[in-house]
């Protein structure tokens, strides 16, 4: 996807339409985020401390086992519900799929030889690998916004909101308990005040009992006090 100054322009747009079910955004924003402060991580490490360096790789390998489960969700649940409908549809994002897939076991393979070399090499392979993990997500950035466009409108051209939101309850609830807790503090912290009210709040009328405390509890950390004293007005918690 190349960059194009027109759809910048084109935000003043934004508000014409109806907003529609977007089953990318809020799953995006989580990518965005671990995907950058993974790499920031990675910038920063010191490369002489032993503890700080292990914890990079290990940091960016948990990184990629999520963008591989991230692949693989919308590959399973999403791309079929296009095809159904519009054959073709998803043949650009499939093929770049397969890309991230390579990229992922190579920057994973890299990661390891980074936590096994010589000290005295170590800070030449930890920017290497920090070089290499910003291409990887400027194409993700890049490739989001393909699916949060192209994507998007066939899934709208084709299904309600209603439906569109059965895709993604289907989806989610094939995801382990461990992965969505990683989805929980990526995505949570991420989201606008009023989405991540709206998120919880249906969270604590429809999950199992325990997840929305799990949540709360997982998101804290990584709100400011104004954040979550918003939160807590909106779902009327006690702070
Ligand atoms: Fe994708």
Known sequence: ??????????????????????????????????????????????????????????????????????????????????????????????????GHGQAIAALADAAQQLMQCPRERRARVAHALYQQLALFVAHNFEHMQLEETAHNAVLWAHYSDAELAAIEGALIASIPADEMLVTLRWMLPSMTPSERAMVLGDMR????????????????????????GKLARALELAR
Not at 205 to 228: C, K, Q
Request: charged share 20%.
């Open 1 to 98: 996807m190349q960059f194009n100054p027109q759809e910048i322009t084109a935000l003043a747009q934004a508000d014409a339409a109806a907003p529609r079910m977007d089953i990318y955004a809020f799953i995006h924003k989580a990518l965005r985020a671990y995907m950058f402060d993974t790499l920031l991580g990675l910038g920063r490490v010191d490369a002489e401390d032993d503890l700080e360096l292990s914890q990079a790789g290990a940091r960016v390998l948990q990184l990629l086992s999520f963008c591989r489960s991230h692949l693989h969700h919308e590959n399973t649940f999403v791309h079929p519900a296009m095809e159904r409908h519009a054959p073709g549809s998803t043949a650009a994002v499939e093929q770049e799929h397969d």
């Open 205 to 228: 009328r429809n999950a199992p009992p325990g997840i929305f405390d799990t949540a709360l509890s997982v998101m804290r950390p990584h709100l400011s006090n104004g954040e979550w």
